[in-house]
């Protein structure tokens, strides 16, 4: 709520655990927490593994269906690492996924990775998913996933991860501000 007051508009990622996808009061939680700060729901994006996902399909999609009521975004994250069949993308209720670091080695120089990633990209977007990528290093990269149509980016090309204070410190530098 501070950040939004000294006007720093950004979406804070938070990762769930697979006993925070079984808390019955995981949903209550949010909510309360929301309201106790007066933000609005947009201000916050839940990441799940698919590791998480997989261990109890059907409570997490119940979990996911009630944090999308809230207003809350939800994202599917370390897609593609392997850990759950491509059968079960249609039936999850998320807004995102994030395409992990592990598809990015060899990108610039192989055309069968170029391939997997594109393919992944536009498969996600098929079901109408945004897409972000994980851990982009270098401006040829960047490039490349641009071309692809991915909709976020997230790496150390733009900032290693901040504590708060570091953040608040940079944030004008980050967001081309000043």
Same mark, same amino acid.
């Not at 106790?36 to 119940?62: F, Y």
């Not at 641009?146 to 290693?160: E, H």
């Given at each position: 709520r501070a950040w939004q007051l000294a006007g720093l508009s950004l979406k804070v990622a938070v990762n769930l655990s697979t006993q925070d996808l079984? =808390?019955? %009061?995981?949903?209550?939680?949010?909510?309360? $927490? /929301? +309201?106790?700060?007066? /933000?609005? *729901? =947009?201000?916050? %994006?839940?990441?799940?593994?698919? %590791?998480? @996902?997989?261990?109890? @399909?059907?409570? *997490?999609?119940?979990?996911?269906?009630h944090l999308r009521q809230l207003g809350v975004d939800v994202a599917i994250d370390d897609f593609g690492t392997g850990h759950s069949s491509l059968a079960y993308l249609k039936y999850l209720p998320v807004d995102e996924v994030k395409i992990d670091k592990a598809f990015l080695g060899d990108?610039?120089? &192989? *055309?069968? *990775? $170029?391939?997997?990633?594109?393919? =992944?990209?536009?498969?996600?977007?098929? @079901?109408?998913? +945004?897409?972000?990528?994980?851990?982009?290093?270098?401006? &040829?990269? /960047?490039?490349?996933? /641009?071309?692809?149509?991915?909709? +976020?980016?997230?790496?150390?090309?733009? %900032?290693?991860? @901040?504590?708060?204070k570091e953040l608040e410190s940079r944030w004008p530098k980050l967001s081309g501000i000043g």
């Open positions: 079984r =808390s019955a %009061s995981l949903i209550t939680g949010i909510e309360a $927490r /929301l +309201k106790q700060h007066q /933000l609005e *729901a =947009s201000a916050i %994006s839940i990441e799940i593994t698919e %590791s998480k @996902l997989m261990q109890d @399909l059907d409570g *997490a999609v119940a979990t996911i269906n990108l610039e120089i &192989d *055309a069968r *990775a $170029r391939h997997i990633m594109d393919t =992944s990209i536009r498969l996600a977007k098929g @079901l109408g998913f +945004k897409v972000t990528v994980e851990g982009v290093e270098t401006e &040829d990269i /960047l490039q490349l996933l /641009l071309g692809m149509g991915v909709d +976020k980016i997230q790496g150390d090309i733009f %900032s290693q991860p @901040l504590k708060p």
